[in-house]
């Protein structure tokens, strides 16, 4: 998600949240705990409730060869060498960290502390590589379906959740398998209640406009929040790692 405003006196920004289009990155969705699976709520025509939340997969980089989504940050200049070995920009997350400790807000202190934790970690212990967090399958049991023989299989993919202090928002980790390759891929999730957005008028009770955006502001007393999300980034896999040190790297040059 772009950041819509910068407000450098104030120390504050301010993300803009589609609303009715769900996207890859994004989505509207619904449920009553925290460790249920969230139902995606159609918000043209369903209203916003207390259950209501942002599921937000947040990244931190975009490709500098792709001038659409180069466009969408604001440090186009702000680059490095992904894992991958494509030039990046720092976008979203890196964007966010980068300017609070522009401000002051952030400490070259923090940052560092980030990349001590990683250097730290050997890389057999990342969460793609881990033997002790994998995809676990039951072993199948014959099942009739309609008249139709079938084998059923029970599949179990770790999902792990982290409340962060004093905040409403959390982070989820989903190991699933890899689209288009052999292996397992964590996924960061941020999630957070609609009610944490800004709109015209209150979201609980009504539905979504045509095209409507909120705004989430980030600000010093939630900063901490996306400072520690850059840190889980960094035990997802080698590459994430990779990515998140150099990263720290441009962030404190």
Partial sequence: ???KELDET???????VPLTRGTEKTRIKKRSLANEYGLPV????EPFTQECYVEWQIGYDVVTDDEEKLARTTLKDKRFTGANGKEKALYELSEYVFYFHRWGIVSAGQIDNIRKFLSDIDDSRLLDTNGDYVIERSCPV????FGIDFECTQVKYPLFIHKFHESEIVSEIKISEKQYAIGVQPMLYICFPVTELSARTPLPGRTAETKENADFI???SNIGVFLETLKIFGI?????KA??????DVILT
């Fill in 1 to 3: 998600m772009f950041i």
């Fill in 10 to 16: 104030g120390r504050t920004m301010t993300v803009a």
């Fill in 42 to 45: 159609a918000t043209r025509k």
């Fill in 142 to 145: 014959p099942q009739k379906l």
């Fill in 218 to 220: 980030i600000d010093p």
């Fill in 236 to 240: 997802l896999s080698k590459n994430h």
């Fill in 243 to 248: 990515d998140i040190l150099s990263i720290i």
